[in-house]
């Protein structure tokens, strides 16, 4: 049975809906991207670092990416390895400190950039407007607050 084919019976369970929501939404992401040969993962790392980059004047180390996706080293060099395979990344050798490595996109992501954004933007635009854009907002601030619950619960439980 193919995963799209149900009886529109569901459990009324929250983590049924996240597993699934989460499955449509990177097959969504994996059709959006195929034609730059490019994995969310790898498209949200790019992406994150052109934003360093442009709007905030940083440069970007693995460490600052590991930081802030919080996933590990070696799954963060996996993604900055495959990036640089594809051409869209360089690792560049800090003249201050020859231990630092600076991940910097190439001109090739250069040139893909706003192709990219662009339909990144039509693929959540085109969800906001399906859905309606006051009910989009609610949903979007429901999620927030249900990351912030799930967020919290977690530390509670840490500190037992």
Known sequence: MCEC?????????????????????????????????????????????????????????????????????????????????KGYVVRTRSEQDRRIWYIRPTEKARGIQKSLWEAHLETEDRLRREYGETAYRDLLAGLNRLLALLTEEIKEESTC
């Open 5 to 85: 084919d149900t009886d529109g019976k569901h459990p009324e369970e929250l983590s049924y809906y996240v597993h699934r929501i989460n499955r449509q939404y990177e097959k969504l992401r994996v059709l959006e991207l195929q034609q730059y040969d490019l994995t969310a993962s790898q498209f949200d790392v790019l992406f994150w670092i052109f934003r360093r980059q442009d709007r905030d004047k940083l440069e970007t180390m693995q460490k600052d990416i590991e930081r802030y996706f919080r996933i590990s080293n070696p799954s963060v060099s996996g993604i900055i390895s495959r990036l640089e395979q």
